[in-house]
């Protein structure tokens, strides 16, 4: 496997960090987690942009051109043969000293891994999968913003350790004030008297690029969508949840702590939108 580390692709057993980065000391940095379809990167400067955005909001200087990060990508999934597969597109704070001044850490790493992705199980698309809410509360944007996509996601690992305690894979997430915001590593949403409802971005969430794919595809399907607060009670008396994110793309949720969803099974708001998905990812427009 070929690593593409600071512009170079390096063998994997020579992409290597110095233990004094501060993305391994305090998970400063940010990253982004990207699909690719067809040797082709899918939704590429929403991701690029949203990456800049994070970089931005922690004032990391992004040592590349949006350009440059692009090629690089483009570069990694060719040298490692990617049809289908998964880009991971990091950039730390760099090597610095033990203190947390980011100041002090004059030249960022960037790299870029492109593997083969782990899905989860294909049966879950077919039947729905069940999540749980997590206590572990949504760290709110007056502390660190989930709209930056950041190296340091303790929050989230913490609700995720709760699912699997729970014996489940994914776990909703709410905020400081009882509100519906995201789960670990997706966006939600629920179908309600004929809408189509997802939690605003000031429920504290990552404004997931396959969120806005789907919302633009529910739009050309006809669907009324709407931003809306929502809270566990809602999800629980909700028609249709599915979740959105670019490992998951797009699965329906078919239990939360033990309550069937709807009808138990996939209903047909989230399987308009699930094949109108797959064909979009194929499609020039992707
Ligand atoms: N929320 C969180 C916390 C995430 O980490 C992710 C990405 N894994 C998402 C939502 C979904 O975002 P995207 O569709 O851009 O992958």
């Known amino acids: 496997m070929k690593i593409w580390l600071n512009g170079k692709l390096v063998d994997k057993k020579n992409a290597r960090l110095t233990v004094f980065d501060h993305g391994t000391l305090y998970g400063d940095g940010v990253f982004e987690g990207i699909r690719a379809y067809g040797r082709r990167i899918f939704q590429c400067q929403a991701h690029v942009d949203r990456l800049f955005h994070s970089a931005q909001q922690i004032r990391l200087a992004i040592p590349y051109t949006k350009q440059e990060l692009v ?84 929050n989230n690992i913490m609700a995720k350790v709760e699912a699997i305690d729970a014996g489940v ?41 396959t969120r806005g794919v789907v919302m633009k595809l529910a739009g050309r399907g006809k669907i009324p969508l709407a931003e809306k607060v929502l809270y566990p009670d809602d999800l629980y008396a909700a028609q249709e949840c599915f979740l959105t994110g670019t490992a998951a793309e797009v699965i ?4 939360i702590n033990d309550r069937t969803i709807g009808q138990g099974k996939v209903g047909p708001v989230t399987q308009k939108l699930l094949d109108a998905f797959h064909r979009f990812v194929r499609s020039d427009e992707a």
Not at 77 to 90: H, P
Not at 252 to 255: L, N
């Open 71 to 154: 090629l690089a990508m483009e570069e990694t999934v060719k040298a490692n043969g990617i049809e289908d597969g998964y880009i991971r597109l990091v950039v730390t704070r760099g090597e610095g000293t033990l203190g947390l001044s980011p100041f002090r850490c004059p030249v960022p790493n960037v790299f870029v891994i492109a593997d083969q992705i782990a899905l989860y199980p294909k049966e879950m698309y077919e039947t729905g999968m069940a999540v749980i809410i997590a206590k572990t509360v949504r760290t709110s944007s007056r502390m660190l913003d989930p709209a930056i996509k950041s190296l340091n996601y303790l």
């Open 169 to 209: 894979e994914e776990a909703v997430m709410v905020n400081e004030h009882g509100q519906v915001c995201e789960c670990t590593g997706d966006n939600i949403f629920i179908v309600s008297g004929g809408q189509l409802l997802t939690p605003p971005p000031e429920a504290g969430i990552l404004l997931g690029v």
């Open 252 to 255: 329906s949720v078919t239990k």
